[in-house]
């Protein structure tokens, strides 16, 4: 080819990626380089497969996960039978103030062991033959497809390859293309932290191997922390199969490849020998290798382009439900991502980068919430670590609630079904802790949990601190979730055969665990605020005492959505009578002499005023019973604790923060905080844990290090900002800031079975449509004006203001 010609086609081929990124710079992340680091990767999943790309040039990267394979095997929750036979000295202690004593008394009887963690599959390497420097270098990942790109030139030769995870086939695909016959010629490898092994057969790579007996947390220095145990370990299986090529396929005993090709198709399937939270699966595990086989199987037979069309309908059957458009458009627009972000952490205003995070959000609950039972974990999918911070477990003092926060109101209510489902494993592990720590009914959970539903507080029987191991509200707030669903979805079907008996499960315990703290108000003792520290006016700094405000706002909640539960579905009246009797006596919201919400029973001080929690505001958010309408004093205290407490905390709270502000209706400093959660934060290892909260390259929030909850926590952030509502009320434009006074979203979703398309112009509604998806009434809020809606099932009406 002549040179001109070839500088034409590069010059097309230039102009052509920069028009199609101008036309989608709220649904495509692009970068010029490959990713040195996971946090400047590429996430794609099913919802089960998860894969890290990085995109490199002579050998990509590509890191792999099943949601379902978990260090460890089911757990016995009689793991301490005596605990509750050491509550009374507990109270009493609290009764005579000998906090130091509760602590003590608490952390040494009251705790069990820690949860497992997530465990990396592991990686798979596309070596390729490259001998020169590649030019004109894009990876990028588009968000309404779920289609992953890596694209460059190297020796006048344009290389492609194309990812994608296909949720109706089940199995990871990559195709990768040459521009000229005979130019494409790799190796397949594979690697893993886990104990496994490597063989090869024609064209297919089959790596199969165990997750281990136990993985200890990463914060506990221990002899052994990975333990493996034949008759315990989850066993996995991943086939690495090239079904299609022009070129001839090598191989060797632990890699395949393609030499002299033009194009080459493979196909992953991945399997584990998971079976359910209480089947032990080294023994009773499903078939991985039978399973991995039949996927792939099914699959190959199906053309890639017809796998790809339906991969994409797949996902934006989801992806599409909401859209959201702001006016405006930055010059930074057409820049990498990552450059975009650091531009914006300066000032640069890029309305489509704030879209392009809230729909980020959209995307990875899509990506990494699909499979029955089993919830997105603190790094959703997507974890390459043999000791993950925090054990990427389900943290269930905030973190695994939130990441649910968007599910329902972002119109994607069955993606919430994977943590609903798991509720049920959690009640029957929870009904023994219930029974064996609190010698209480019902059922309960603690800080941590994991995919075999651990219920116990953790610390390994007393090396943990109270503040965090033996917090005990796990199952209190995430029954809230049961009810939420409901309230959006208005299936009462499902709130009778499931839903109830949980929410009535978490609520006995409830009432089981309130004492009379001597005044005639019910307290829960031994209580604690997560991972927060009081001082008492003597100067003892401790965790544990009696009536924290979160734990009664969180019963709160459960008791009001209980009670509206059983009278929805016309039964339990005594249940009813003894629950509302029981919130008539909760000792009360107070207010402290410095004008905040008071966290502890007393108005004590805090060991950290700024503290990253606020689980004390529970009730504004993501509870719904503290309102700037209903409530008018207990929000402004709320907002004199977020005063005090300031904007700067790592990403997940920042995430919370932003959602609280909303709940105030304060717009401008709502849009503050989410301008914040995408404050650049360096990749780079000595420093990306120290960076403070914000977004890394790649717009994984960095708690850090990273954690998926505050991309969770922003995304729904933005939706309460346009759109609140509770029981039969819905108020629009709640918390719009002066930033967005222009733009429209389409397909959010409100309680009572509703949906709104809002159209806005000047900070003014211009259309308002909306619709039911059951048929039913609510009052519309806006402006100080309120009108009644009445809709049958699927009806629309405009109304007019």
Not at 682 to 703: F, I, K, S, V
Request: with cysteine.
């Amino acid at each position: 080819m002549p040179v001109f010609m070839k500088n034409l086609l590069t010059l097309f081929l230039s102009v052509s990626l920069v028009c199609s990124w101008a036309q989608t710079p709220d649904r495509l992340m692009y970068y010029a380089q490959p990713a040195k680091h996971f946090e400047e990767s590429l996430v794609l999943g099913n919802g089960r497969i998860g894969a890290v790309v990085h995109g490199g040039v002579k050998s990509d990267k590509i890191f792999l996960n099943d949601a379902t394979l978990w260090a460890g095997s089911p757990v016995d929750p009689d793991m301490n039978p005596a605990a509750h036979t050491h509550l009374p000295a507990i109270r009493e202690a609290l009764r005579q103030e000998d906090y130091r004593k509760a602590d003590s008394l608490n952390r040494r009887h009251l705790q069990g062991k820690f949860s497992e963690s997530y465990a990396p599959l592991g990686t798979m390497y596309i070596d390729m033959a490259h001998t020169e420097t590649a030019s004109n270098y894009r990876r990028q990942l588009d968000l309404s497809t779920a289609i992953s790109t890596t694209s460059y030139q190297q020796a006048g030769v344009t290389y492609t390859r194309e990812y994608f995870i296909s949720h109706p086939q089940q199995v990871l695909l990559i195709r990768m293309t040459a521009s000229q016959l005979g130019k494409l010629s790799f190796n397949l490898r594979f690697n893993s932290l886990l104990r496994h092994q490597v063989n090869t057969s024609t064209n297919v790579l089959n790596a199969s191997g165990r997750a281990p007996a136990h993985a200890e947390p990463s914060y506990r220095r221990v002899p052994d922390p990975i333990q493996y145990d034949d008759q315990k370990s989850m066993r996995f299986l991943s086939l690495v199969k090239i079904i299609k090529t022009d070129g001839k396929i090598v191989r060797t005993d632990s890699t395949i490849g393609v030499q002299g090709g033009k194009e080459a198709i493979i196909m992953v399937s991945i399997a584990t020998s998971f079976n359910g939270f209480d089947q032990n699966p080294a023994l009773h595990g499903k078939d991985e290798v039978t399973l991995a086989n039949e996927w792939l199987k099914k699959a190959q037979i199906i053309s890639y382009a017809t796998i790809k069309a339906a991969h994409i309908k797949d996902h934006q059957q989801f992806f599409n439900r909401v859209q959201f458009q702001l006016a405006g458009r930055s010059s930074n627009a057409s820049l990498p991502t990552d450059e975009r972000l650091k531009r914006f952490a300066e000032g640069a205003k890029d309305p489509d980068l704030e879209l392009l995070y809230f729909n980020f959000g959209r995307y990875l609950l899509i990506a990494s919430s699909r499979t029955p039972q089993v919830p997105a974990n603190l790094q959703g999918i997507w974890n390459h670590h043999l000791q993950p911070p925090w054990s990427s477990n389900y943290t269930i003092n905030i973190n695994t609630e939130m990441n649910y926060w968007p599910a329902e109101s972002g119109n994607l209510s069955e993606l919430h079904q994977p943590l609903l489902g798991f509720l049920g494993n959690l009640a029957k592990t929870g009904a023994v802790t219930a029974k064996t720590f609190y010698n209480a009914g019902g059922w309960c959970a603690a800080h941590n949990t994991d995919i075999w539903a651990m219920s116990n507080p953790v610390g390994h029987f007393g090396q943990g601190s109270p503040s965090w191991a033996n917090w005990n509200m796990g199952g209190a707030w995430l029954a809230t979730h049961l009810w939420e669903h409901f309230d959006y979805t208005r299936d009462t079907i499902w709130l009778k055969t499931y839903g109830y008996g949980l929410m009535k499960g978490a609520a006995q315990f409830c009432l089981d665990i309130l004492v009379d703290d001597g005044k005639g108000n019910l307290v829960t003792s031994p209580s604690t605020s997560p991972e927060n520290i009081f001082i008492t006016p003597s100067g003892y700094k401790g965790a544990t005492l009696y009536g924290a405000t979160a734990d009664l706002g969180m019963i709160r909640e459960l008791f009001l959505q209980t009670i509206a539960a059983a009278k929805t579905l016309v039964q339990d009246a005594d249940f009813q009578q003894q629950l509302e009797a029981s919130l008539s006596k909760l000792y009360p919201y107070q207010i402290s002499k410095k004008g905040h919400l008071q966290e502890w029973y007393h108005d004590w001080e805090d060991e950290d005023p700024k503290h990253r929690h606020q689980s004390h505001l529970f009730g504004l958010y993501p509870g719904n019973h503290i309102s700037v309408d209903q409530t008018p004093e207990l929000a402004a205290a709320c907002k004199q604790t977020l005063e005090v407490k300031g904007d700067e905390t790592t990403g997940w709270s920042k995430g919370w923060r932003t959602n609280l502000w909303a709940r105030l209706r304060d717009g401008n400093r709502t849009y503050k905080m989410y301008r914040e959660l995408m404050r650049f934060v360096d990749p780079n290892p000595e420093t990306r844990y120290n960076g403070g909260g914000g977004a890394y390259p790649n717009l994984m929030d960095a708690h850090p290090p990273f954690q998926i909850d505050g991309n969770f926590g922003g995304t729904a952030a933005v939706l309460e900002m346009l759109v609140q509502s509770r029981s039969e009320e819905i108020t629009l434009l709640p918390a719009l800031p002066d930033a967005w006074a222009t733009g429209s979203v389409r397909g959010v979703c409100a309680r009572g079975g509703f949906v709104l398309n809002l159209t806005w112009s000047a900070g003014k509604l211009t259309k308002t449509e909306i619709s039911s998806t059951r048929g039913g009434k609510t009052k519309v809020v806006y402006a100080g004006k309120t009108q009644e809606v009445v809709l049958k099932k699927a009806e629309k009406k405009v109304l007019v203001w």
